[in-house]
């Protein structure tokens, strides 16, 4: 995430509450999904709606596994297998029936919420990442991300403007440091609001929003 700047262990828990206030709202969001709708297309070009549930889902595992590597003091991958293996479990699970992946997004997301609880301090201070390069603090802001950015690509109602202030505040400047690397020369577009401000970073702008193209965001 370029320049990030990543929670000090103590404030885990105020991280943890963030991520289990946003699964719990996601998991009410889809509770009453029917097949044909997990089935339709999500905002995300190729994938349906089953794709970023599934991927939500394994996203959930990936990091109560690295976490609890963290625990363990090892350095525990994020998706077996790579990219290739993380790619493969999504389209495995993609075309299961609309209860099947709720259950298993808010099974996946329960564990996650107990492994991130467990943690101590000590272990928050570990390392994560194939080479040890990160803080296990970055799981937290990472897991945040993912539910609330995917949340608006289910394209179920839920856009940037109903993303909480704490979290544009905290992600808007990160984006923001990334951008002159990124797009060199181009500027956010004055006169907008936050929210939508960071909406374009990410790659999810509204069509039509007027705002200049940017390179895929990752």
């Known amino acids: ?23 719990a ?5 889809v509770a009453e999904l029917t097949d044909s709708e997990a089935a339709a ?16 889902a394994r996203h959930a595992d990936a990091t109560s596994r690295m976490v609890e590597g963290a625990q363990r003091g090892e350095l525990a991958p994020q998706y ?3 990219a290739a293996g993380r790619a493969a479990e999504i389209e495995r699970g993609a075309s299961r029936s609309a209860a099947e992946l709720i259950a298993d997004l808010r099974g996946a997301g329960e564990r996650c919420g107990r ?10 201070a570990e390392r994560i990442g ?23 690509d289910l394209d179920l109602g839920y856009h940037s403007g109903d993303w909480s ?3 544009v505040e905290f992600f808007l400047p990160q984006e923001l440091s990334r951008l002159p690397e990124r797009a060199p020369g ?16 990410v790659g999810r702008a509204q069509t039509g929003a007027g705002m200049p193209p940017l390179p895929a965001w990752g």
Do not use: N
């Open 1 to 23: 995430m370029g320049a990030a700047s990543w929670p000090e262990p103590a404030e885990a828990a105020v991280f943890i509450a963030r991520i289990e206030k946003a699964q």
């Open 41 to 56: 297309a999500s905002r995300l070009p190729g994938w349906s709606r089953g794709h970023v549930l599934t991927h939500l």
């Open 130 to 152: 194939s080479s040890g390069e990160f803080p296990a603090t970055k799981a937290l802001v990472s897991r945040w991300r993912e539910i609330e950015i995917h949340r608006v």
């Open 80 to 82: 077996v297998g790579g």
């Open 186 to 201: 181009v500027a956010a577009p004055p006169g907008i609001p936050d929210h939508a401000v960071l909406a374009w970073l």
């Open 165 to 167: 202030a704490e979290f």
């Open 115 to 124: 492994v991130l609880r467990s943690t101590t301090p000590l272990h928050w």
């Open 25 to 29: 709202a996601l998991d009410e969001s």
